[in-house]
C-alpha cells in the first residue's frame, strides 16, 4: 500500500473555521467565518480559468488497498475509508488502515496513530463540525464495523478503544449495538446510529445508548443544514415507506411521515430518496417521470411538490429542470430557509419547490477545462457554502477540475481557481470536496472513477501520482490589470459601432444587402437603397432611391480594386422576379447619380473591376463598358461564367471563369488577360482535378483563383465515401503546378499541424489570398496560412477557446470563421459568429500572432450575428446580413429573434490593440 504524500508549501495560515469532533474548541473563529480571497474583478463565465491556481498543502496518495476495495463493497463503504479534515493547524487524513495528521503550513508528517485494527480497515470517522482536540474511529472488516478508537488531534495518541457495540447494551428495555451505520458530530458531539436504529454518544472514549430510532433500516439519514433535525428515509416495510424527523440533539422524535401522503399520485413501489445536503427535499422516481417533494423539517408539512416534465420531456427554457435536478440529488446543496442549489445540464440551479419559483440560474456550460477527450462531458456540483456567503462548487470533466465561487443570494460568478495539473489526478471525476477557513478538501469519487477508469469501461486511467485526498488553499488573488490581448477564452473588450443600414420592422422579405468601400466611403445597398457612409466617422452621408417610383432592387455591385471616386450597381426593376437589366453610376461623395442605363433586351450577369475600370458582363457574353452613358462593346467571353469572374493573385491582370458543360459532368476553366479580355489558356476540371462528380461541381477559390477544388462522392449519404481534391495551375498555361488529394473526407480531423483538406475547401467561396500565392484557410479548430505551391503551413492559429467560449444559446455551437485582409495584406481580419453573438479578431499576417479582439456590442448585432459577410475598410470593417444564414438559424429553427434593432449592415471602427499577445498560438 502506497502511503502518506505530502506537499509542504511556505505560506504561513491563518486559519478561522474549520470542518473539524469530539471536545471542542475555537468556537468563535467558527461563528466569524471565513471570506474568500476574491479578485477584484469578478471572472467569466466562459473560456479558461486564467487566475491563479489553488495552493496544494497536503495530499494522500492513493492506496492500491482501496482501489481494490471499490470491487468489493458498496462505494459508500469504500469512500467513507478515505477522507480529511482540518482542525486548528492539523490536518487529519486517513486511508484503509492508516491515521495520520500533518501541518497545515508546512505539510510535515506530524504523528501517525499506532491503531491496531486488527486486519481491519476504517469504516467510519467524525465529522466535525468545529476545531477539535479528539476523533472518533469505527473501524472493523469488510462492512461490519463495530470498534471504536478516540484519538488525540495533537500528537495522534490513542486515547481509548471501545468494543461495547461489540457486545450490546439495553435500552428502554431492547438490545442495542452491532456494526456503525452512521455516524454524525452533533453539538460537537460525535453520535453514532448502529444497524439496530440505536443512536449512541461519545462519552470520553465510551459509547453511551441514548435513544433509538423509529426504524432500523433508512436509506439516507441526514441532519438539515440548520443542523437541528436529522431526517431518514425508510425502506419498504410491507409496501409502506415513510420519513422520519428528529429533534437535534435529543434524537426526540418529531413527525413521521407516509410515502402516500408526500407522493400520492404515486402507485408503484415505494422508494423514498432524501436529498444529503438537504433532507427535507423528497424524490421519487417512477417509469415516466419524478416527483419531487419538500416538507417543513419541524412538522413534516408538505410545502411543496412538482413532477413536471415527463421523462424525455423538452424542457423549456427558464423551466427548473427536476430530471437533471433528480439525477444529482447526492449532491443537492440545501440552504438554511429551504431553498436548495442544484446541478443543471447547463450548470446549477437555486430553486424554491415551495414557490416553484427558479431563484437564480448560473449558465456555467461554457467553462473551459483542459480535456483529452474530444467530446468531454463537464459536470458541476455545489459543495458548500462559506461563513460569508459564497456558494463553492466543483467542475470537473475526467480530466482537469477546478474550483468556483458563486454568490449564494445572487447567482453571480465571482472567483475561479483551477486545481494545479500536478495535484489534480484522482479528482478530476466528480470529486468530493468539504471546505475549511482558508482551503478546501478534495476526495476521490471512487464509484464514478472505477465507472470511467474501470477495467470495462471506456477511458484508460491517467499516468502519473494519483492522489485519494488533497489539501488546499485559496490563492491571494491578482489584481494587476490586464495589459495584453487575451489569445484563449472569452474577451471584455467592444469595437465601437459606427452605424449603419437598420432592418424595418415591417420588413418581411429579403433585402438582398451589400457593402463596398470606395476608400474615402463605405457605400451599402439593401433593397433600392444605396447609402453613402464616411469610413471615418460613421457618418451617414447621403441615401439614394434607385426604386424609379416602382418596385426595384440593386442586384449587383462593382467592388473597386481601388480608391475611386464612383462606383456602379446593377439595378432590377418590376417586382422581385425581374431581370438585372439597369446601370446606375453614382458619385460616392455625395450620391448623385451621374449614368442610368437600361439594356433594351438581355441582362446583366456580373460587374467586374480592373484597375477602376468597371466592366460590365451580359448574358450574350460580351463585355462592355459604361461611357457618356452609353454601354460601349469591350471584349466577348467564350462561355458564360457560372458565378463570375475571379482574380489570380499574383497576376491581377488575369481572370478566370469557370462553365459547365455536360450537364455538370465536366467543368470548363478559362482564363482572359484584361484589360483585352483576351483568352489566354482553358481547360478542364476533370483534367486538373482527375475526376468531377456532377452532384458537387468545383470551386474557384475567391481569394485566388488559380486554386481550384472539387469532391467525388455523395456526402448526403450517411457512411458513403467522399474524397476532396485542391489543386494549384500555372498561371501562365492553365496546367496543374501541383495538388493535393485526392483525400478521403474527415469530418473530424483535428490537428493543426496538418492541414486538413475537408475544413479548407469550406473556405473557398470567400476566401482571401496574399500576393505570393499563399491562402488563408480554415480549420475545424483553428486558421491557417497556407502555401499550395510549397504544400507548407506558413502558421497555424487555434481558435477553438475562442469560439467555444463565445456567448451563444442551447440550440447549438456551431461558430462560423469568416477570414478578410486588412491593410494591403499585412493583417487578418476573423469575425466570428454563432447566431447570438459576433467577435472580431485582428491577426499578424505575417507571424500569425493575435494583435486584438473585440466583441460587437450586443445592441448592434442582431440581423449580424447569422455568418454575416465582412468587408473590411480604412479603419474598420462592415457587416453584411446574411439572409441565408438567418433563415437557417432563425425561421427553420424555433431560436427567437432578438428584440433589438436589427441591421441589414452595420459598420464598425477597429480600435488599435494595446500590448502584446500571451498565451498560446
Same mark, same amino acid.
Given at each position: 500500500?502506497?502511503?502518506?504524500?505530502?506537499?509542504?508549501?511556505?505560506?504561513?495560515?491563518?486559519?478561522?473555521?474549520?470542518?473539524?469532533?469530539?471536545?471542542?474548541?475555537?468556537?468563535?473563529?467558527?461563528?466569524?467565518?471565513?471570506?474568500?480571497?476574491?479578485?477584484?474583478?469578478?471572472?467569466?463565465?466562459?473560456?479558461?480559468?486564467?487566475?491563479?491556481?489553488?495552493?496544494?498543502?497536503?495530499?494522500?496518495?492513493?492506496?492500491?488497498?482501496?482501489?481494490?476495495?471499490?470491487?468489493?463493497?458498496?462505494?459508500?463503504?469504500?469512500?467513507?475509508?478515505?477522507?480529511?479534515?482540518?482542525?486548528?493547524?492539523?490536518?487529519?487524513?486517513?486511508?484503509?488502515?492508516?491515521?495520520? &495528521? %500533518?501541518? /497545515?503550513? !508546512?505539510?510535515?508528517? *506530524? $504523528? +501517525?496513530? #499506532?491503531?491496531?485494527?486488527?486486519?481491519?480497515? =476504517?469504516?467510519?470517522?467524525?465529522?466535525?463540525?468545529?476545531?477539535?482536540?479528539?476523533?472518533?474511529?469505527?473501524?472493523?472488516?469488510?462492512?461490519?464495523?463495530?470498534?471504536?478508537?478516540?484519538?488525540?488531534?495533537?500528537?495522534?495518541?490513542?486515547?481509548?478503544?471501545?468494543?461495547?457495540?461489540?457486545?450490546?447494551?439495553?435500552?428502554?428495555?431492547?438490545?442495542?449495538?452491532?456494526?456503525?451505520?452512521?455516524?454524525?458530530?452533533?453539538?460537537?458531539?460525535?453520535?453514532?446510529?448502529?444497524?439496530?436504529?440505536?443512536?449512541?454518544?461519545?462519552?470520553?472514549?465510551?459509547?453511551?445508548?441514548?435513544?433509538?430510532?423509529?426504524?432500523?433500516?433508512?436509506?439516507?439519514?441526514?441532519?438539515?443544514?440548520?443542523?437541528?433535525?436529522?431526517?431518514?428515509?425508510?425502506?419498504?416495510?410491507?409496501?409502506?415507506?415513510?420519513?422520519? &424527523? %428528529?429533534? /437535534?440533539? !435529543?434524537?426526540?422524535? *418529531? $413527525? +413521521?411521515? #407516509?410515502?402516500?401522503?408526500?407522493?400520492?399520485? =404515486?402507485?408503484?413501489?415505494?422508494?423514498?430518496?432524501?436529498?444529503?445536503?438537504?433532507?427535507?427535499?423528497?424524490?421519487?422516481?417512477?417509469?415516466?417521470?419524478?416527483?419531487?417533494?419538500?416538507?417543513?423539517?419541524?412538522?413534516?408539512?408538505?410545502?411543496?411538490?412538482?413532477?413536471?416534465?415527463?421523462?424525455?420531456?423538452?424542457?423549456?427554457?427558464?423551466?427548473?429542470?427536476?430530471?437533471?435536478?433528480?439525477?444529482?440529488?447526492?449532491?443537492?446543496?440545501?440552504?438554511?430557509?429551504?431553498?436548495?442549489?442544484?446541478?443543471?445540464?447547463?450548470?446549477?440551479?437555486?430553486?424554491?419547490?415551495?414557490?416553484?419559483?427558479?431563484?437564480?440560474?448560473?449558465?456555467?456550460?461554457?467553462?473551459?477545462?483542459?480535456?483529452?477527450?474530444?467530446?468531454?462531458?463537464?459536470?458541476?456540483?455545489?459543495?458548500?457554502?462559506?461563513?460569508? &456567503?459564497?456558494?463553492?462548487?466543483?467542475?470537473?470533466?475526467?480530466?482537469?477540475? #477546478?474550483?468556483?465561487?458563486?454568490?449564494?443570494?445572487?447567482?453571480?460568478?465571482?472567483?475561479?481557481?483551477?486545481?494545479?495539473?500536478?495535484?489534480?489526478?484522482?479528482?478530476?471525476?466528480?470529486?468530493?470536496?468539504?471546505?475549511?477557513?482558508?482551503?478546501?478538501?478534495?476526495?476521490?469519487?471512487?464509484?464514478?472513477?472505477?465507472?470511467?477508469?474501470?477495467?470495462?469501461?471506456?477511458?484508460?486511467?491517467?499516468?502519473?501520482?494519483?492522489?485519494?485526498?488533497?489539501?488546499?488553499?485559496?490563492?491571494?488573488?491578482?489584481?494587476?490589470?490586464?495589459?495584453?490581448?487575451?489569445?484563449?477564452?472569452?474577451?471584455?473588450?467592444?469595437?465601437?459601432?459606427?452605424?449603419?443600414?437598420?432592418?424595418?420592422?415591417?420588413?418581411?422579405?429579403?433585402?438582398?444587402?451589400?457593402?463596398?468601400?470606395?476608400?474615402?466611403?463605405?457605400?451599402?445597398?439593401?433593397?433600392?437603397?444605396?447609402?453613402?457612409?464616411?469610413?471615418?466617422?460613421?457618418?451617414?452621408?447621403?441615401?439614394?432611391?434607385?426604386?424609379?417610383?416602382?418596385?426595384?432592387?440593386?442586384?449587383?455591385?462593382?467592388?473597386?480594386?481601388?480608391?475611386?471616386?464612383?462606383?456602379?450597381?446593377?439595378?432590377?426593376?418590376?417586382?422581385?422576379?425581374?431581370?438585372?437589366?439597369?446601370?446606375?453610376?453614382?458619385?460616392?461623395?455625395?450620391?448623385?447619380?451621374?449614368?442610368?442605363?437600361?439594356?433594351?433586351?438581355?441582362?446583366?450577369?456580373?460587374?467586374?473591376?480592373?484597375?477602376?475600370?468597371?466592366?460590365?458582363?451580359?448574358?450574350?457574353?460580351?463585355?462592355?463598358?459604361?461611357?457618356?452613358?452609353?454601354?460601349?462593346?469591350?471584349?466577348?467571353?467564350?462561355?458564360?461564367?457560372?458565378?463570375?469572374?475571379?482574380?489570380?493573385?499574383?497576376?491581377?491582370?488575369?481572370?478566370?471563369?469557370?462553365?459547365?458543360?455536360?450537364?455538370?459532368?465536366?467543368?470548363?476553366?478559362?482564363?482572359?488577360?484584361?484589360?483585352?479580355?483576351?483568352?489566354?489558356?482553358?481547360?478542364?476540371?476533370?483534367?486538373?482535378?482527375?475526376?468531377?462528380?456532377?452532384?458537387?461541381?468545383?470551386?474557384?477559390?475567391?481569394?485566388?483563383?488559380?486554386?481550384?477544388?472539387?469532391?467525388?462522392?455523395?456526402?448526403?449519404?450517411?457512411?458513403?465515401?467522399?474524397?476532396?481534391?485542391?489543386?494549384?495551375?500555372?498561371?501562365?498555361?492553365?496546367?496543374?503546378?501541383?495538388?493535393?488529394?485526392?483525400?478521403?473526407?474527415?469530418?473530424?480531423?483535428?490537428?493543426?499541424?496538418?492541414?486538413?483538406?475537408?475544413?479548407?475547401?469550406?473556405?473557398?467561396?470567400?476566401?482571401?489570398?496574399?500576393?505570393?500565392?499563399?491562402?488563408?484557410?480554415?480549420?475545424?479548430?483553428?486558421?491557417?496560412?497556407?502555401?499550395?505551391?510549397?504544400?507548407?503551413?506558413?502558421?497555424?492559429?487555434?481558435?477553438?477557446?475562442?469560439?467555444?467560449?463565445?456567448?451563444?444559446?442551447?440550440?447549438?455551437?456551431?461558430?462560423?470563421?469568416?477570414?478578410?485582409?486588412?491593410?494591403?495584406?499585412?493583417?487578418?481580419?476573423?469575425?466570428?459568429?454563432?447566431?447570438?453573438?459576433?467577435?472580431?479578431?485582428?491577426?499578424?499576417?505575417?507571424?500569425?500572432?493575435?494583435?486584438?479582439?473585440?466583441?460587437?456590442?450586443?445592441?448592434?448585432?442582431?440581423?449580424?450575428?447569422?455568418?454575416?459577410?465582412?468587408?473590411?475598410?480604412?479603419?474598420?470593417?462592415?457587416?453584411?446580413?446574411?439572409?441565408?444564414?438567418?433563415?437557417?438559424?432563425?425561421?427553420?429553427?424555433?431560436?427567437?429573434?432578438?428584440?433589438?434593432?436589427?441591421?441589414?449592415?452595420?459598420?464598425?471602427?477597429?480600435?488599435?490593440?494595446?500590448?502584446?499577445?500571451?498565451?498560446?498560438?
Amino acid at each position: 500500500m502506497r502511503r502518506l504524500a505530502a506537499v509542504a508549501v511556505t505560506m504561513v495560515l491563518a486559519l478561522t473555521a474549520c470542518t473539524g469532533s469530539g471536545g471542542s474548541d475555537g468556537e468563535d473563529e467558527q461563528k466569524k467565518g471565513p471570506s474568500l480571497p476574491l479578485p477584484d474583478r469578478a471572472p467569466s463565465a466562459r473560456g479558461p480559468a486564467t487566475g491563479p491556481a489553488l495552493d496544494p498543502k497536503v495530499l494522500l496518495a492513493a492506496s492500491d488497498d482501496l482501489e481494490e476495495l471499490a470491487g468489493t463493497l458498496d462505494t459508500a463503504q469504500v469512500e467513507r475509508r478515505s477522507g480529511a479534515f482540518i482542525t486548528g493547524r492539523t490536518v487529519v487524513g486517513y486511508s484503509v488502515d492508516n491515521i495520520s &495528521g %500533518y501541518d /497545515l503550513g !508546512s505539510g510535515d508528517l *506530524l $504523528w +501517525t496513530a #499506532e491503531l491496531d485494527l486488527g486486519g481491519g480497515t =476504517v469504516c467510519f470517522v467524525s465529522r466535525p463540525d468545529r476545531a477539535v482536540k479528539t476523533f472518533t474511529v469505527a473501524y472493523g472488516d469488510g462492512g461490519y464495523c463495530p470498534e471504536l478508537a478516540t484519538i488525540r488531534v495533537s500528537d495522534g495518541t490513542v486515547l481509548k478503544v471501545s468494543d461495547k457495540l461489540t457486545t450490546g447494551a439495553e435500552f428502554e428495555g431492547e438490545s442495542l449495538g452491532g456494526t456503525v451505520n452512521h455516524l454524525f458530530t452533533v453539538g460537537g458531539k460525535d453520535h453514532l446510529v448502529d444497524q439496530r436504529g440505536g443512536v449512541w454518544k461519545m462519552v470520553k472514549g465510551e459509547p453511551e445508548p441514548v435513544a433509538r430510532l423509529q426504524g432500523d433500516s433508512y436509506y439516507d439519514l441526514h441532519p438539515t443544514p440548520e443542523g437541528d433535525v436529522l431526517i431518514g428515509a425508510r425502506g419498504s416495510d410491507r409496501g409502506r415507506c415513510r420519513v422520519d &424527523g %428528529y429533534a /437535534l440533539p !435529543s434524537f426526540k422524535p *418529531l $413527525w +413521521t411521515q #407516509e410515502s402516500k401522503t408526500l407522493f400520492p399520485e =404515486v402507485r408503484e413501489d415505494c422508494v423514498v430518496s432524501a436529498a444529503p445536503g438537504n433532507p427535507a427535499w423528497l424524490v421519487q422516481e417512477t417509469s415516466d417521470r419524478y416527483y419531487m417533494a419538500q416538507v417543513d423539517p419541524m412538522t413534516g408539512t408538505l410545502v411543496g411538490q412538482d413532477n413536471r416534465p415527463k421523462m424525455g420531456d423538452k424542457v423549456a427554457e427558464g423551466q427548473f429542470e427536476l430530471a437533471s435536478a433528480a439525477n444529482q440529488f447526492d449532491q443537492a446543496l440545501g440552504l438554511p430557509g429551504g431553498d436548495t442549489v442544484f446541478a443543471q445540464v447547463r450548470g446549477l440551479t437555486r430553486y424554491s419547490l415551495k414557490d416553484q419559483k427558479i431563484v437564480w440560474d448560473l449558465d456555467l456550460s461554457q467553462l473551459e477545462l483542459e480535456s483529452d477527450d474530444e467530446f468531454a462531458l463537464t459536470t458541476v456540483l455545489p459543495q458548500g457554502v462559506t461563513a460569508d &456567503g459564497h456558494l463553492v462548487a466543483t467542475v470537473s470533466n475526467e480530466t482537469a477540475v #477546478e474550483i468556483v465561487a458563486i454568490e449564494v443570494d445572487t447567482g453571480k460568478l465571482v472567483a475561479r481557481w483551477a486545481v494545479p495539473p500536478e495535484y489534480r489526478n484522482g479528482f478530476q471525476v466528480e470529486p468530493g470536496m468539504t471546505l475549511f477557513g482558508d482551503g478546501l478538501v478534495l476526495t476521490r469519487n471512487f464509484e464514478e472513477w472505477e465507472f470511467t477508469f474501470g477495467p470495462a469501461h471506456r477511458r484508460q486511467a491517467p499516468d502519473g501520482d494519483r492522489y485519494d485526498i488533497g489539501v488546499f488553499t485559496f490563492p491571494e488573488p491578482d489584481n494587476s490589470p490586464a495589459s495584453a490581448v487575451p489569445t484563449a477564452g472569452p474577451v471584455d473588450t467592444e469595437v465601437e459601432a459606427l452605424g449603419g443600414v437598420q432592418t424595418p420592422a415591417d420588413a418581411a422579405a429579403s433585402r438582398d444587402p451589400e457593402a463596398f468601400t470606395t476608400g474615402k466611403q463605405v457605400i451599402a445597398s439593401s433593397n433600392q437603397q444605396v447609402t453613402g457612409f464616411d469610413a471615418a466617422s460613421g457618418k451617414s452621408l447621403w441615401t439614394l432611391d434607385l426604386g424609379d417610383g416602382g418596385a426595384s432592387r440593386v442586384c449587383a455591385g462593382s467592388e473597386p480594386d481601388r480608391a475611386v471616386k464612383t462606383f456602379t450597381v446593377a439595378v432590377a426593376t418590376g417586382g422581385p422576379k425581374a431581370p438585372c437589366n439597369t446601370l446606375v453610376r453614382v458619385q460616392s461623395s455625395n450620391g448623385t447619380v451621374l449614368d442610368r442605363v437600361t439594356l433594351p433586351i438581355g441582362k446583366i450577369v456580373d460587374l467586374f473591376v480592373h484597375e477602376a475600370v468597371v466592366y460590365v458582363v451580359t448574358d450574350d457574353l460580351a463585355v462592355s463598358r459604361l461611357v457618356d452613358g452609353a454601354l460601349v462593346p469591350h471584349g466577348r467571353l467564350q462561355r458564360q461564367p457560372y458565378a463570375g469572374l475571379e482574380r489570380a493573385k499574383g497576376d491581377p491582370a488575369l481572370a478566370i471563369g469557370m462553365t459547365s458543360l455536360k450537364g455538370g459532368r465536366d467543368w470548363s476553366i478559362d482564363a482572359y488577360r484584361l484589360p483585352s479580355f483576351e483568352p489566354v489558356w482553358s481547360t478542364r476540371a476533370s483534367k486538373v482535378l482527375g475526376a468531377v462528380d456532377r452532384k458537387n461541381g468545383i470551386d474557384l477559390w475567391h481569394g485566388n483563383a488559380l486554386w481550384v477544388s472539387g469532391s467525388v462522392g455523395d456526402a448526403s449519404v450517411q457512411g458513403k465515401t467522399v474524397k476532396d481534391t485542391m489543386s494549384l495551375l500555372d498561371p501562365a498555361t492553365g496546367q496543374v503546378v501541383v495538388s493535393t488529394g485526392p483525400v478521403k473526407r474527415d469530418y473530424l480531423a483535428d490537428d493543426l499541424a496538418q492541414m486538413s483538406l475537408t475544413g479548407a475547401i469550406t473556405g473557398a467561396y470567400d476566401s482571401v489570398g496574399f500576393d505570393n500565392g499563399d491562402m488563408m484557410l480554415p480549420q475545424r479548430s483553428g486558421i491557417m496560412r497556407y502555401s499550395l505551391a510549397e504544400q507548407k503551413i506558413r502558421w497555424s492559429l487555434d481558435t477553438k477557446s475562442i469560439m467555444d467560449s463565445m456567448e451563444r444559446d442551447r440550440k447549438g455551437s456551431f461558430t462560423n470563421q469568416e477570414i478578410d485582409l486588412l491593410d494591403g495584406g499585412k493583417t487578418v481580419l476573423v469575425t466570428f459568429s454563432n447566431y447570438v453573438s459576433v467577435e472580431a479578431m485582428t491577426v499578424d499576417a505575417s507571424t500569425g500572432k493575435i494583435t486584438g479582439r473585440w466583441n460587437v456590442p450586443k445592441a448592434s448585432r442582431n440581423g449580424l450575428q447569422a455568418s454575416p459577410k465582412t468587408v473590411p475598410f480604412p479603419g474598420g470593417f462592415a457587416l453584411v446580413h446574411s439572409e441565408y444564414s438567418w433563415d437557417y438559424g432563425f425561421a427553420q429553427s424555433d431560436r427567437a429573434v432578438p428584440p433589438e434593432q436589427r441591421y441589414d449592415v452595420g459598420l464598425f471602427a477597429l480600435p488599435k490593440a494595446k500590448g502584446k499577445a500571451k498565451g498560446k498560438d
